[in-house]
């Protein structure tokens, strides 16, 4: 058997082998599986990963939607405290980003040397313990100064998991996916987020209206936590029936990996994490403020109705499960840059306009408002999980993607809602969340420019996915070039 060596830059040329073993062009990895027990396979590799994902998001919309509550049970909030409480509270979210990238750092090289299925179960194992256990902690009224100290504690682990959820879902579904179809595919990766958050304030907002805000405070606040317990053992049960991806088995099983994916990935593809982390950037900070920090920032800033608030969350979230499936299959076909640039370039210029319609009193206004900014980050989110996994070469995907997602998140996403709302507090400033929105909008546009177009290429063996030569404004052809080159590889190798 021949071993290559992993390159600093390497070009996609002519067909090259990733390794001298002839597999069946129809059962090689990226390709259409042929058989009922393929697709089956397919089918929960694609479950497994949304679900898994569905357990973590639903967690930090749960967080979100009841911030207020988990502020006055954990934190003392009052009327009239200038917001303390809430920023204390959105700020232990923060703090539990920070230990994200210690989790990329340990989870990312577990997973690009033991393989993706394993991490996955303990990622999700880990975050529904911690989940869990937020339901049943003590308040600040029967411990004091422990309650917070416990509450950040399983924020801790659940960032601490979270840190190898998302990027080894990501990078797995991927690996999992055929290659002229991983668009469509990996967008489930985000359905299965969109069904965690809309879950979370379908849950949380009919337990409000149900019992009432003082229901909640009183201990109601537990349930939708509580709730993560089953959902989690259901993902688990099912990521522990789940096949290695077949792009890192065939990696590994030909020694196309390296036993220090850390120091390969910061020597020799530092380019590519500067530009997924230039991305994440622009995904999180839309992501966190329009599905994470809205409710807190309709209600608490604008002083809207919070059921009103809420249910208009959930209509734009049920318009984005119906549109982010065909915007994945869409970019399938025309390519990811160009689905990408229009998003970014969209928040770039509208969000503000966007957000200072969400301060109108005019209901129908307000929901054009949130659907402008849902309808930019249907097309972000549709086409991430095919995207950035695509960064990088197969034995250092899990790494490159778990440490730039992570540290961007950390260091520029993750603290956005406590930074919005300690800012408008400051500034009297409303439209602070639009501002926020533009910045990101303006590096996002940036770092999609940088990137190769990668659709429909394959993911296989030492080589990045994509011709060197689409980086920058993107031109037509190339997915097609990605498409005939994936298939002579399937073909001759």
Same mark, same amino acid.
């Given at each position: $058997? ?19 073993? =002839? ?28 679900? *898994?994902?569905a ?14 509550? $988990? ?11 200038g ?31 033991v ?17 869990g ?12 100064l ?22 080894? &879902?990501?990078v797995?579904?991927?690996e ?10 990996g ?47 259901t993902? +688990? ?26 120091? =390969? ?22 992501f966190?403020?329009?599905l *994470? ?10 002083? =809207? ?6 249910? $208009? ?13 065909p915007v ?11 689905l990408? +640039?229009?998003? &970014?370039?969209?928040y ?7 957000? $200072? ?17 849902g ?5 972000l ?10 960064l ?14 992570n ?5 520029? &996403? ?16 409303? +439209? ?16 999609? +420019? ?40 399937r073909?001759?190798?």
């Amino acid at each position: $058997m021949t071993t290559t060596s992993l390159k600093d830059e390497p070009m996609m040329t002519s067909p090259q082998p990733v390794h001298d073993k =002839h597999p069946d062009p129809q059962t090689a990895p990226g390709a259409e599986p042929s058989t009922e027990e393929g697709r089956r396979s397919l089918h929960r590799s694609i479950l497994g990963s949304a679900l *898994g994902n569905a357990v973590e998001w639903f967690d930090y919309g749960v967080y979100g939607y009841l911030t207020i509550y $988990m502020a006055t049970n954990f934190f003392g909030s009052k009327e009239g405290d200038g917001g303390l409480g809430v920023t204390l509270t959105l700020a232990t979210l923060a703090l539990s980003f920070l230990v994200r990238p210690l989790g990329g750092l340990i989870l990312g090289p577990l997973g690009d040397k033991v393989g993706r299925q394993k991490v996955m179960v303990l990622t999700v194992t880990l975050m529904t313990l911690a989940t869990g256990a937020i339901g049943l902690l003590p308040t600040l009224d029967t411990v004091g100064l422990l309650a917070p100290i416990l509450l950040l504690a399983c924020r801790l682990v659940q960032g601490f998991s979270a840190g190898g959820e998302y990027g080894g &879902a990501a990078v797995y579904m991927a690996e999992s996916a055929p290659d002229r179809r991983r668009g469509f595919l990996g967008s489930f990766l985000e359905f299965g987020t969109t069904v965690g958050f809309m879950l979370a304030a379908v849950v949380c907002t009919t337990l409000i209206a149900v019992v009432g805000d003082g229901g909640m405070e009183a201990g109601w606040w537990r349930a939708p936590f509580l709730l993560t317990i089953p959902l989690g053992l259901t993902a +688990l049960w099912i990521r522990t029936r789940l096949v290695e991806a077949p792009v890192f088995s065939e990696a590994s099983q030909h020694k196309e990996t390296t036993k220090s994916p850390l120091r =390969h990935v910061l020597r020799n593809n530092w380019r590519q994490l500067l530009v997924l982390a230039g991305f994440v950037v622009l995904l999180n900070v839309a992501f966190y403020l329009i599905l *994470g920090y809205m409710p807190t920032y309709l209600s608490g800033q604008l002083g =809207h109705s919070t059921a009103q608030g809420n249910w $208009m969350l959930v209509a734009i979230m049920a318009l984005m499960l119906v549109a982010i499936p065909p915007v994945g299959a869409l970019s399938d076909r025309v390519g990811r840059k160009p689905l990408l +640039l229009v998003a &970014a370039a969209g928040y770039t210029v509208l969000s503000v306009p966007s957000v $200072m319609l969400l301060g109108m009193q005019n209901l129908i206004l307000q929901f054009l408002g949130l659907a402008v900014l849902g309808l930019l980050l249907v097309i972000l989110v549709a086409s991430v999980s095919s995207t950035l996994p695509a960064l990088f070469p197969t034995a250092v995907r899990y790494t490159g993607f778990a440490i730039a997602y992570n540290f961007s998140t950390a260091f520029f &996403a993750g603290p956005s809602q406590t930074v919005a709302n300690q800012l408008i507090e400051t500034t009297g400033n409303q +439209l602070v969340p639009g501002w926020y929105m533009a910045l990101a909008g303006v590096i996002g546009l940036v770092s999609v +420019l940088c990137m190769r177009e990668t659709a429909q290429a394959t993911l296989r063996g030492e080589e990045l996915p994509g011709a060197p030569e689409s980086v920058g404004v993107p031109k037509p052809g190339y997915v097609e070039r990605n498409r005939q080159d994936a298939e002579a590889r399937r073909a001759i190798f």
